[in-house]
């Protein structure tokens, strides 16, 4: 009985955590906010063997993640190697899917061609370092920078990038 505050604590801060991602994601990506609104409300298993079922709701601000069981629309089932290559070639498994595949498969496609700016992702969560330092793997490993083709877009995440540099000094000035 003792535990259980501690984990309905864990379980609160997880949904807001999950939630403040989501939205950092959608931030870093303007095409997959319009996507997602178009989709959502949404709720899939993602099941990987030899771990617990992540139940995974999306619904604008009502977002959730969790281990205990609801109604899901789909179960994506299978170990973690054969999701890592789903996720990086982008071609889709249908074995791997159980349940509504056709919305999986939009859901998927909504993620792989969402242009998500990992780079300012990983300067928000992680700081300004691992950010450098990943951006120079990058363009070493693809031997090119990512350069977005649209003027406004790649002006929008420079005066975003900016603001979080910005925002980055004054907490350090604040302590905070």
């Given at each position: 009985m003792e535990w259980l505050p501690y984990i309905l604590h864990i379980m609160i801060n997880l949904k807001k955590g999950f939630n403040k991602f989501l939205k950092d994601i959608q931030e870093s990506s303007p095409n997959f906010k319009k996507t997602l609104k178009e989709i959502s409300p949404i709720s899939f298993c993602i099941s990987l063997k030899g771990h617990k079922k992540i139940f995974i709701s999306i619904n604008d601000?009502?977002?959730?993640?969790?281990?205990?069981?609801?109604?899901?629309?789909?179960?994506?089932?299978?170990?973690?190697?054969?999701?890592?290559?789903?996720?990086?070639?982008?071609?889709?498994?249908?074995?791997?899917?159980?349940?509504?595949?056709?919305?999986?498969?939009?859901?998927f496609n909504t993620l792989y061609k969402s242009n998500i700016d990992f780079i300012?992702?990983?300067?928000?969560?992680?700081?300004?370092?691992?950010?450098?330092?990943?951006?120079?793997?990058?363009?070493?490993?693809?031997?090119?920078a990512e350069i977005y083709k649209d003027d406004e877009e790649r002006n929008l995440r420079k005066r975003l990038r900016n603001i979080s540099i910005r925002l980055d000094r004054l907490e350090a000035i604040n302590g905070t």
């Open positions: 601000n009502n977002s959730d993640i969790s281990f205990e069981a609801n109604n899901t629309q789909f179960e994506i089932n299978g170990s973690l190697l054969e999701i890592l290559y789903t996720i990086i070639s982008g071609k889709i498994n249908t074995n791997l899917i159980k349940g509504d595949a056709e919305l999986a498969i939009v859901f300012y992702l990983i300067d928000k969560y992680f700081g300004n370092l691992p950010a450098v330092f990943t951006y120079a793997i990058v363009n070493k490993v693809f031997n090119t």
